[in-house]
């Protein structure tokens, strides 16, 4: 089954409902949140300058398979959701009485992140994601490599990933990328592996 990746910045906006129903597959954060929360987050990824990314569809059916966003800055798209502030209070106390957890992991989540290095010339994998119908095939390795690329092309000389330490499909693709670990942290609810790779 032959795909074509394209540039996630230039995805139809009737296609990015998609991008956000595979999203929903990731543990992280932004998924535990709720969908409207996801939807949001890539509906302002994509407006946003410094981030990019791919999604794959498939050549015949036109379906999405996958995607992967990569930015020198992470932080700033998580923030982007509070921008709009009747949404963001309208959303979020929906959060705080449906899934409290998922609200104290996020003022942590905001704590750690703000103490993690943007080093300048660096990029973040923030993510990459496959439609389980779509996995073992080699395709997130590859969208995750499309990420180096385009770093490279843009002039940024480093990777960085975290990855939670059961997720062994991301391990193995993201190691196969050539990244190397660096560090094992705690980040709330989340035991993750901090990994860095040259661009
Ligand atoms: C992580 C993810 C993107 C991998 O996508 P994929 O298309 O299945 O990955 P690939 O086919 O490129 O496989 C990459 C490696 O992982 C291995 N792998 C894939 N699924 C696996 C599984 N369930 N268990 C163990 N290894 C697995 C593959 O064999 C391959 O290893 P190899 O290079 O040694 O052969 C996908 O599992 C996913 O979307 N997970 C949910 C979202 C997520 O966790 N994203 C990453 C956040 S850090």
Same mark, same amino acid.
């Given at each position: 089954? %032959?795909?074509?990746?394209?540039s996630?910045?230039s995805?139809p906006?009737?296609?990015? +409902?998609?991008i956000?129903?595979?999203h929903?597959?990731?543990a992280?954060l932004i998924s535990k949140?709720?969908?409207?929360f996801?939807?949001?987050?890539?509906e302002?990824?994509?407006?946003?300058e410094? !981030?990019?990314?791919?999604y @794959?569809?498939d050549?015949?059916?036109?379906?999405?398979?996958?995607?992967?966003?990569? %930015?020198?800055?992470?932080?700033?798209?998580t923030?982007?959701l509070? $921008?709009?502030k009747?949404?963001f209070?309208?959303?979020i106390l929906k959060?705080?009485?449906?899934? +409290?957890? !998922?609200?104290?992991?996020?003022a942590i989540s905001?704590?750690?992140?703000?103490?993690q290095?943007? $080093?300048p010339n660096?990029?973040?994998?923030?993510?990459?994601?496959?439609?389980?119908?779509?996995r073992?095939r080699g395709?997130?390795? %590859?969208?995750?490599?499309?990420?180096?690329?385009?770093g490279?092309?843009?002039?940024y000389k480093k990777?960085y @990933?975290?990855?939670?330490?059961?997720?062994i !499909?991301?391990l193995k693709?993201t190691q196969?990328?050539g990244f190397k670990i660096?560090?094992?942290?705690r $980040?709330g609810?989340?035991?993750?592996?901090r990994?860095e %790779?040259?661009l």
């Amino acid at each position: 089954m %032959s795909h074509t990746l394209h540039s996630l910045n230039s995805i139809p906006t009737h296609l990015l +409902p998609h991008i956000a129903k595979i999203h929903m597959e990731d543990a992280g954060l932004i998924s535990k949140l709720g969908y409207s929360f996801v939807l949001r987050y890539f509906e302002n990824a994509i407006k946003d300058e410094c !981030a990019f990314g791919f999604y @794959a569809q498939d050549d015949e059916t036109d379906e999405i398979m996958g995607f992967s966003l990569a %930015s020198p800055e992470p932080s700033s798209l998580t923030s982007k959701l509070t $921008e709009d502030k009747g949404w963001f209070v309208k959303n979020i106390l929906k959060v705080v009485f449906t899934h +409290p957890l !998922a609200f104290l992991q996020m003022a942590i989540s905001s704590i750690t992140i703000r103490g993690q290095m943007y $080093e300048p010339n660096t990029i973040e994998c923030v993510y990459f994601t496959v439609d389980p119908k779509f996995r073992g095939r080699g395709l997130g390795r %590859s969208l995750q490599k499309a990420l180096m690329d385009e770093g490279r092309k843009r002039g940024y000389k480093k990777i960085y @990933a975290s990855v939670e330490t059961w997720n062994i !499909a991301s391990l193995k693709a993201t190691q196969a990328n050539g990244f190397k670990i660096i560090k094992t942290f705690r $980040e709330g609810i989340y035991h993750r592996h901090r990994l860095e %790779s040259e661009l």
